[in-house]
């Protein structure tokens, strides 16, 4: 659907080389609502304006349906632009057009007849919920509403992909909220291909089913949401899932912690992380019967990622060293990432 392969960019400002893009490498699949993260600067913008060729990359190759971009002549592109939707983070509403005439502009461009007109828009706006808003301007919509005519906008001529510039990013949470549903809904209903760029790891956490995180030009880790903040590898990374895991061990817990290994020296603890079908598993009271062992849950907190809960749970093993080795192998086995409490 779209492949990115190896792409620079570069920009000259005031006789100095910026690398904006250095060696971006992303294929989006059919379906997927594909979140690409990172801080500001990071050149999530960049990445996105090329798949519509708003930016044109310095090297490498941007595909879309197969296609090389680059290589389109003018009409080609101007065709392959049609399928492509673009939902931007202040809405980019004209406010001397209703909202009507907001969403029936990219149709009317494309010189569709009249009656077409009317029935796609009244069928949009009443997908996302504002079919009593037609008749009046955005300076009379409240941020939602108007991220929701730009959603109905971009999906006037039936594109088969939806790019989302930081769609949510100037709105309060439980409009943002709404504002994911309704992608969700335009991803499954309309079956549209969706990449979105943000820096709000709530956004990703909702919807998305694969992320790549960029920092500096650079992507630093992709795949499937679940196993990049499942296990995060790089620095940035663990900060975006820190931001929506409590994954912090309570300070009242340390304390405790303190305590006990001064009354005794045979109390080992543990830090476990698993997520998916391992959560359904009665680890805790199986290792106890099997060893015959011991085993508080001193802490635990679940998050959710792509409906997969995400749980973090600190153990006590009352045992000796050569024990607490054994269970901690078997806890293991199950797919369980352990880590000593220091």
Same mark, same amino acid.
Do not use: W
């Given at each position: 659907?779209i492949?990115?392969?190896?792409?620079?960019?570069t920009?000259?400002?005031?006789?100095?080389?910026?690398?904006?893009?250095?060696?971006?490498n992303?294929?989006?699949?059919?379906?997927?609502?594909?979140?690409?993260?990172?801080? $500001?600067?990071?050149?999530?913008?960049?990445?996105?304006?090329?798949?519509?060729?708003?930016?044109?990359?310095?090297?490498?190759?941007?595909?879309? %349906?197969?296609?090389?971009?680059?290589?389109?002549?003018?009409?080609?592109?101007?065709?392959t632009?049609?399928?492509?939707?673009?939902?931007f983070?202040?809405?980019?509403?004209?406010?001397?057009?209703?909202?009507?005439?907001?969403?029936?502009?990219?149709?009317?461009?494309?010189?569709?007849?009249?009656?077409? /007109?009317?029935?796609?828009?009244?069928?949009?706006?009443?997908f996302?919920?504002?079919?009593?808003?037609?008749?009046?301007?955005?300076?009379?919509?409240?941020?939602?509403?108007? #991220?929701?005519?730009?959603?109905?906008r971009?999906?006037?001529? %039936?594109? #088969?992909?939806?790019?989302c510039?930081?769609?949510?990013?100037?709105?309060?949470?439980?409009?943002?909220?709404?504002?994911?549903?309704?992608?969700?809904?335009?991803?499954?209903?309309?079956? /549209?291909?969706?990449?979105?760029?943000?820096?709000?790891?709530?956004?990703?956490?909702?919807?998305?089913?694969?992320?790549?995180?960029?920092?500096?030009?650079?992507?630093?880790?992709k795949?499937?949401?679940i196993?990049?903040?499942?296990?995060?590898?790089?620095?940035?990374?663990?900060?975006?899932?820190?931001?929506?895991?409590?994954?912090?061990?309570?300070?009242?817990?340390l304390?405790?912690?303190?305590?006990?290994?001064?009354?005794? #020296?045979?109390?080992k603890?543990?830090?476990?992380?698993?997520?998916? %079908? $391992?959560?359904l598993?009665?680890? /805790?009271?199986?290792?106890?019967?099997k060893?015959?062992?011991?085993?508080?849950?001193?802490?635990? $907190?679940?998050?959710?990622?792509q409906?997969?809960?995400?749980? %973090?749970?600190v153990?006590?093993?009352?045992?000796?060293?050569?024990?607490?080795?054994?269970?901690?192998?078997?806890?293991?086995?199950?797919?369980?990432?352990?880590e000593?409490v220091?």
């Amino acid at each position: 659907m779209i492949d990115l392969k190896n792409v620079y960019k570069t920009f000259n400002r005031d006789g100095m080389k910026i690398e904006a893009l250095k060696g971006i490498n992303i294929k989006v699949d059919k379906g997927d609502i594909y979140g690409v993260i990172g801080f $500001s600067g990071a050149g999530k913008s960049t990445l996105l304006r090329m798949v519509n060729f708003l930016e044109k990359p310095t090297s490498g190759s941007v595909l879309v %349906n197969g296609q090389d971009i680059s290589k389109l002549n003018k009409k080609q592109l101007i065709s392959t632009r049609r399928k492509i939707g673009m939902v931007f983070q202040h809405f980019n509403l004209l406010n001397s057009k209703t909202v009507f005439a907001n969403v029936a502009l990219p149709l009317i461009l494309d010189h569709v007849p009249k009656n077409e /007109i009317s029935n796609r828009v009244n069928d949009l706006l009443k997908f996302v919920g504002l079919d009593n808003r037609a008749k009046n301007y955005p300076d009379e919509l409240s941020g939602g509403q108007k #991220q929701r005519v730009g959603i109905a906008r971009a999906l006037a001529t %039936n594109p #088969q992909i939806l790019l989302c510039d930081e769609a949510t990013s100037a709105l309060d949470p439980q409009t943002t909220e709404s504002i994911l549903e309704l992608l969700k809904r335009v991803n499954k209903e309309y079956d /549209i291909t969706i990449l979105l760029i943000t820096h709000q790891m709530n956004v990703i956490q909702k919807i998305c089913n694969k992320v790549a995180v960029m920092e500096k030009g650079k992507i630093v880790e992709k795949g499937r949401v679940i196993d990049v903040f499942g296990n995060p590898k790089e620095k940035v990374t663990k900060d975006f899932v820190h931001s929506v895991t409590n994954d912090d061990i309570p300070i009242s817990i340390l304390n405790l912690i303190k305590n006990n290994r001064q009354n005794s #020296q045979n109390r080992k603890f543990f830090r476990l992380k698993f997520m998916g %079908n $391992s959560t359904l598993t009665p680890m /805790i009271s199986m290792a106890t019967k099997k060893f015959n062992a011991e085993i508080n849950v001193l802490n635990a $907190s679940v998050t959710e990622l792509q409906d997969t809960p995400m749980v %973090n749970m600190v153990i006590e093993l009352e045992c000796d060293s050569t024990l607490a080795e054994e269970i901690v192998k078997y806890i293991e086995s199950k797919n369980i990432l352990v880590e000593e409490v220091a």
